[in-house]
């Protein structure tokens, strides 16, 4: 991972890095929301669009993927009972600060949610949509 000092300051960055490994965080939030495929390559494209601004590193992947998961869940799955209440106490946040990371989140990507427009992910999006 690069050098996320850059977001020092902001909602994303942890004073400390999460003990828990990413791969079992990203596990996590799969069993315990239920997220689908087409939910997490959702996630995946966002954060994709978020890192072609800012680097992230061990301080902040964590609150970004859980954002970006979050973010899929409310554009793809819009039924989804477990959000925002389910998906706050799996990430340990409150509501509003998820909402104030979505919020930030959203404006770093230019508000931009369309997943089908991007010719980079035709293939991921045909294999899952």
């Known amino acids: 991972m690069s ?3 850059e977001l020092r300051g902001t909602c ?7 003990e828990i ?9 799969t069993e315990h929301l239920n997220l ?4 997490l ?16 590193g061990g301080h ?7 954002t970006s ?9 819009d039924e989804n009972e477990d959000t925002p209440r389910g998906l706050c106490e799996v990430l340990g946040l409150y509501t509003s600060e998820l909402a104030f990371m979505e ?5 770093e990507i230019l508000f931009d949610l369309n997943l089908k427009r991007f010719c980079p992910y035709d293939d991921l999006l045909r294999e899952n949509y």
């Open 21 to 29: 490994s990413l791969k079992d965080y990203m596990t996590r939030l």
């Open 36 to 39: 689908s495929d087409p939910t």
């Open 103 to 107: 919020y930030e989140y959203m404006r």
């Open 41 to 56: 390559t959702a996630a995946v494209i966002y954060l994709d669009r978020y890192t072609a601004k800012h680097p992230i």
């Open 12 to 18: 994303f960055y942890s004073l400390e890095i999460p």
């Open 60 to 66: 902040s992947v964590h609150r970004l993927w859980g």
């Open 69 to 77: 998961c979050s973010l899929a869940m409310k554009y793809v799955e």
């Open 3 to 5: 050098d996320d000092s």
